[in-house]
């Protein structure tokens, strides 16, 4: 009787169609829910089905896929961010809008926001990370610039005065985001957080 032939070892499939977009979405999943120490390109090819080798074909490393997850953050921001900006708002309104837009973003993706703020990136991807942040703090930026020429605001450095009006709202993102404030707490704080980097604290 002739012997059996041996059975091949098992293999995963190679081409699983947009492997770049599956691998990211799978990898933002994880960060959601187990943090970016958790990610591993060899646990998401076995999750999607596809062989060990196949992520390798879009990210050289981990930290690549990170850079990459961390870009799609800054395309999704500063989509938000444009899609409710309102240029005719006078300045108080338009921060309100903006402000709003940008709570909402951090906390629902408060693992996402904090790599995208992350200082860890290679530096190949340091030019791409900066054009990430200039779309997001950009609309800050516009509207703190319109402002100044509208004379609702000082004179001053238009760079400097959209990092205060930034480090405002991404402090109470922050607070939102480590449970602090409720989500609801938060919103309703952000009318009186603009009031305030509009007219300060003094009395008068």
């Not at 090819?45 to 990170?66: I, M, N």
């Not at 899609?83 to 309100?96: H, I, K, N, S, V």
């Not at 909402?104 to 860890?120: S, V």
């Amino acid at each position: 009787m002739a012997p059996m032939p041996a059975e091949k070892p098992e293999t995963r499939p190679y081409h699983h169609g947009d492997l770049r977009s599956a691998l990211l979405a799978a990898a933002e999943h994880t960060l959601r829910d187990k943090g970016s120490a958790s990610l591993s390109l060899r646990e998401l090819a076995r999750d999607l089905g596809v062989s060990h080798a196949a992520p390798g074909r879009h990210f050289k490393d981990k930290q690549a896929l990170l850079n990459a997850l961390a870009l799609v953050g800054y395309d999704r921001m500063a989509e938000a961010l444009e899609a409710a900006d309102e240029p005719g708002l006078r300045l108080q309104d338009r921060l309100t809008v903006l402000a709003r837009t940008y709570l909402g973003f951090a906390i629902d993706n408060a693992a996402l926001l904090e790599l995208m703020y992350a200082r860890k990136h290679e530096p190949d991807a340091a030019e791409q990370m900066a054009a990430g942040i200039d779309r997001t703090v950009g609309a800050l930026a516009r509207a703190v610039a319109a402002a100044q020429q509208r004379g609702e605001i000082v004179d001053g450095d238009p760079e400097l005065l959209t990092v205060v009006v930034g480090t405002a709202l991404h402090g109470l993102a922050s607070f939102a985001a480590t449970g602090m404030f409720t989500t609801e707490a938060a919103m309703q704080t952000v009318p009186e957080l603009v009031h305030h980097l509009m007219y300060g604290l003094k009395p008068r």
